[in-house]
């Protein structure tokens, strides 16, 4: 294996990106960070838990906000976003650094685009699926999970928006992109990205 190898995996929510995640860095036996990354952002922002959270890949007032606005400095009305967000790339940057790993949404793939190991990876599945997956994960009924799902996915399309100036969900921005509603299992998908690495591993 790369030990240069990072992967970046953007997923539509209830498509089992996460899972794939999971399931994906258990296999090659390397370091996954989703969720395990707010504990850095808190650390470095020194900001509380709940405020770390509640901007978790969610621009909060996207009205204030343009594209790369915070990256390119001009993000001055906004010192908590701007704080928690110069963290989250740091930990970000920091984990990949350490070792190689699988890193779950939070723009992920742009903000480690410098790194030669990095694979992009997006997980969509059809809206169905994705329903079906999110009733069933949050026992929520089919209204609550088409609501749940385009809010989500509003947040997260505007998220990676504001940081990389590109649409989310968009192939050309991602390396290998996966329909995981094609397939039965999360092990399944894992088994599509492990031969598409060797193959690249392969090609070098």
């Known amino acids: 294996m790369n030990d240069n190898l990072i992967i970046s995996i953007s997923r539509e929510y209830g498509s089992g990106g996460r899972e794939i995640g999971e399931r994906l860095a258990s296999t090659l036996g390397i370091a996954y960070y989703d969720k395990e990354l707010i504990n850095r952002i808190v650390q470095k922002s020194g900001l509380p838990d709940d405020v770390v959270e509640a ?28 704080a928690i967000h110069a963290a989250e790339i740091e930990s970000i940057r920091s984990a990949a650094d350490e070792s190689p790993c699988v890193i ?33 994960r949050n026992n929520i009924s089919e209204g609550e999970a088409k609501t749940r799902i ?55």
Not at 55 to 82: C, W, Y
Not at 119 to 131: D, H, K
């Open 104 to 136: 779950v949404g939070r723009s992920a793939d742009s903000v480690l685009s410098s790194y030669p190991g990095l694979i992009s990876i997006y997980v969509s599945a059809p809206m169905e699926n994705r329903i079906a997956r999110v009733m069933r």
């Open 55 to 82: 901007h978790d890949e969610k621009v909060l007032n996207r009205f204030l906000f343009t594209p790369n606005r915070f990256l390119t400095g001009a993000d001055l009305d906004q010192p908590i976003a701007s």
């Open 150 to 204: 385009a809010r989500i996915d509003k947040d997260r399309a505007h998220y990676y928006r504001y940081f990389t100036d590109k649409k989310w969900g968009e192939a050309n921005n991602y390396d290998l992109c996966i329909n995981s509603g094609k397939m039965a299992v999360a092990d399944d998908a894992v088994a599509v990205i492990s031969t598409y690495l060797d193959r690249m591993e392969r090609s070098r």
